[in-house]
């Protein structure tokens, strides 16, 4: 057996080149056994690519790979596996048509004379399903749960292939704050079985939380580790951008103009019982903030006309304004950039040049043609005003980063020149880099007469961004910070129900 000190798994001196990109360079980490070290970098860092030669997926140009102090090649996932080197993707793998005995099992069911042995299959998968937390019957359909216990099934899955590292990749990008906390937890839980993680993650709050290291990469390199006792956010965000956080938020105070939009007692149809009522000004940065469920993205989907209002009054520049659908609320100068930009804001498969005049389609035709002229001008424009980091304007959006596939989604909208910008979660899934970029470009359209309305899950986002906020709970507005009264505590006072003192 191998001693103590020697590392689970141990890379050095590991490099990778793509045509035209130096993915990886001189990348070095080690993992201890039953240890959770974090991974994080800007977008393009090289973790991903680090993380598919770990796993077998993709083979490395130079270095050399240690499991247990042995040097190891791994050629594919099923070699990666045998060594119990296993690989979590964001996007999971599961068939929603089977159920989780037969997912966790997939390829490797046990069989019994020729067939397969149904009780044993199931008896096996509720023993890994435990050690996750999932207190299921084996036969539930996958397709029946929500997306937090899919991802805890894939982790089983990962377990009953004996994994001892565990490479888990943003996997809380698409989870709600309670499926998110049941999942630390569980890695937690791994760890105490001695389970060594490799934890991927743009949230660096669940970092500090969990991390017993953290590795920092930048463009393809190490820029950095720290330890247990070193890991605070300012730490992490300057090695992986090289500066220091207080230069993220810099917001300059604007005079704010005339009311763009005012709601008056509106109801949504997801809290039909709760009155809204809120304005919002020209060259103003308004953040909403509030937990999960409190009905912040359903208010936005009501002001752009997704679901029309239940009830009350809205006003656009004054005048009336009752969006039954999105059109109209185009039409009225509105624009939302939703939360899922994968499935509400873009087309994935499309082209750059489609996607960012998708928006001006109707504006730009020719006798009832496409104006691809026009197409051109406008995608250009966007590529040039946002520096969105692509090739060519023929490059699929999907190939693009999180960080630049959301800058897709604003060019589309900026082509329209609205006066009322709505963002859902505006920085979710990018990087710390791109964050910054974001609050830019934010800050930029509201010196410029545009209105902004913005809902985030992060509380730092909204307290270095917001003129001021708007604080939402059970669908109601529980209170309103001005810029000056804005503190975390007040505003999760606010979003539990708490009322402020006087």
């Not at 809204?276 to 936005?300: C, D, F, H, N, W």
């Not at 997704?306 to 059109?327: I, K, L, W, Y």
């Not at 998708?358 to 504006?363: E, G, M, T, Y």
Request: charged share 25%.
């Amino acid at each position: 057996m191998a001693a103590p000190a020697t590392p689970l798994l141990e890379v050095r001196g590991l490099g990778k080149r793509f045509p035209g990109v130096r993915a990886l360079h001189d990348a070095h980490l080690t993992l201890a056994h039953g240890e959770v070290l974090a991974v994080i970098g800007e977008n393009g860092a090289g973790k991903s690519t680090l993380m598919k030669i770990l796993a077998g997926v993709q083979p490395a140009d130079a270095g050399e790979i240690f499991i247990d102090g042995q040097p190891v090649q791994f050629q594919s996932v099923r070699e990666a596996l045998a060594q119990g080197v296993a690989l979590i993707h964001q996007e999971l793998n599961l068939a929603a048509n089977l159920d989780l005995a037969a997912n966790i099992f997939l390829g490797r069911e046990p069989h019994q004379f020729g067939f397969i042995d149904h009780a044993k299959l199931h008896a096996e998968a509720a023993q890994h399903l435990q050690r996750v937390g999932l207190d299921l019957p084996a036969d539930t359909l996958v397709g029946d749960l929500p997306i937090g216990r899919q991802q805890l099934v894939e982790i089983a899955k990962a377990l009953s292939c004996e994994a001892r590292v565990l490479i888990m990749d943003e996997p809380t990008s698409s989870l709600s704050q309670h499926e998110t906390e049941t999942l630390l937890e569980v890695v937690r839980d791994l760890r105490a079985q001695g389970i060594s993680v490799i934890y991927i993650s743009h949230r660096l709050g669940e970092v500090t939380e969990l991390a017993d290291r953290v590795l920092v990469l930048r463009d393809g390199e190490n820029a950095g580790e720290l330890s247990r006792k070193e890991i605070d956010h300012n730490a992490m965000v300057r090695l992986m951008v090289g500066r220091d956080l207080e230069q993220f938020y810099d917001r300059k105070q604007h005079d704010p103009g005339d009311v763009v939009l005012e709601l008056d007692a509106v109801r949504t149809p997801a809290h039909p019982h709760a009155e809204i009522s809120l304005q919002l000004r020209a060259g103003e940065i308004v953040g909403i903030a509030g937990l999960v469920g409190s009905g912040r993205t359903e208010l936005l989907q009501t002001i752009f006309g997704v679901t029309p209002a239940m009830g009350g009054r809205m006003r656009m520049a004054s005048e009336p304004f009752a969006p039954h659908n999105p059109r109209e609320a185009i039409r009225a100068g509105l624009a939302l950039a939703p939360e899922d930009r994968k499935q509400h804001g873009l087309i994935l498969q499309m082209a750059v040049r489609e996607n960012a005049s998708l928006a001006s389609l109707s504006r730009d035709q020719q006798n009832g043609f496409l104006n691809f002229n026009a197409e051109e001008k406008v995608a250009t424009e966007a590529v040039e005003q946002l520096a969105i980091k692509t090739p060519d304007l023929d490059q699929a959006t999907v190939n693009l980063s999180g960080g630049n596939q959301q800058k897709v989604v604003l060019g589309k909208w900026l082509a329209l020149k609205p006066r009322v910008l709505l963002l859902d979660e505006p920085t979710r899934g990018i990087d710390v880099g791109a964050k910054r970029e974001m609050y830019r470009l934010m800050e930029r359209l509201a010196a410029d007469g545009v209105a902004i309305l913005f809902v985030s899950s992060e509380l730092e986002e909204v307290l270095g961004m917001a003129d001021r906020a708007l604080v939402m709970h059970e669908g109601r507005l529980a209170g309103e910070l001005a810029r000056d009264q804005l503190s975390e505590q007040a505003v999760m006072q606010l979003a539990t129900g708490t009322p402020l003192a006087a």
